[in-house]
């Protein structure tokens, strides 16, 4: 009997994944196709502000982190150069070779609401004994919030300018500051905020014709049905993409995770 040893010039090839969704409650045991060192070749990506972790959903953690911040000379988080307003998220992949993970599909837009960075504007400290003193950029402001859109919710954070003469400081966002700006850059904030809730002005806008049958609990219905319809719609763009890697031949077993429903804020 001859015993045929394997060529040690040719790659072994690597099998691929599957999974056993018979209880798909179960966390994701996700089996990786990559060398064993690919996975660690990657930009790090910087952790974000401990209070910003208890607003932001955890789908957005990760591509936050990686476009907003990077690793200073020091060694520490710091913001990135080129700042936008707006910020999207990455969409999930045409094709996938390894188990999809719902956090490219169902990750939320982030507005940076930072007026003095971005711009430039001149803001002055309301208070009168400072003589009109303009503020400076005291850093990000440690909370985050979730702004309420007619079919989803999306993230917002801001910067908090502080005069040097009385060390008081105020949050970007506050009418203090939205106040002071031109009609040009104040039209950009579209945002309602109170102490506990934030609400974009496009579902104000909802409630402009009041009429018979168009009450405030008609647009709350409104609303809830444009965000289960929403998510619904990306539930089944994920749902797709894990039964066909399904269907892709493979060995190794894996479970997927389950996507959460919308609540409202």
């Given at each position: ?212 049958g168009n009450s405030p609990t008609r647009v709350i219905k409104q609303l809830c049905e444009n965000h289960s319809e929403q998510w619904l719609h990306r539930l089944a763009r994920y749902t797709t993409q894990c039964v066909d890697f399904l ?19």
């Amino acid at each position: 009997m001859i015993v045929q040893t394997p060529d040690p010039t040719v790659p072994t090839p690597v099998p691929r994944a599957t999974a056993d969704v018979s209880n798909p409650a179960q966390p994701c045991r996700i089996v990786s196709t990559a060398p064993s060192g690919a996975l660690l070749q990657g930009p790090s990506v910087v952790q974000l502000p401990h209070l910003w972790s208890e607003t932001i959903p955890p789908e957005d953690h990760k591509w936050i982190g990686k476009r907003l911040f990077k690793i200073g000379s020091k060694g520490k988080p710091a913001l990135r150069d080129d700042l936008q307003l707006w910020y999207y998220p990455p969409q999930p992949a045409l094709i996938y070779n390894q188990a999809p993970a719902p956090d490219r599909f169902f990750c939320h837009t982030l507005l940076l609401w930072m007026p003095y960075k971005l711009w430039r504007v001149k803001v002055l400290c309301p208070n009168p004994a400072c003589g009109q003193h303009q503020l400076t950029g005291g850093g990000l402001h440690k909370r985050a919030r979730q702004v309420l859109d007619i079919d989803r919710t999306y993230n917002m954070v801001t910067e908090t300018l502080i005069c040097t003469k009385c060390r008081a400081s105020h949050v970007s966002w506050s009418q203090t500051v939205l106040q002071q700006l031109d009609l040009g850059h104040r039209s950009e904030f579209q945002v309602i905020l109170t102490r506990k809730y934030a609400c974009d002005m496009r579902v104000i806008r909802l409630l402009r014709e009041r009429g018979l049958g168009n009450s405030p609990t008609r647009v709350i219905k409104q609303l809830c049905e444009n965000h289960s319809e929403q998510w619904l719609h990306r539930l089944a763009r994920y749902t797709t993409q894990c039964v066909d890697f399904l269907n892709q031949p493979g060995v190794m077993p894996v479970n997927f995770h389950t996507a959460k429903s919308p609540v409202l804020i």
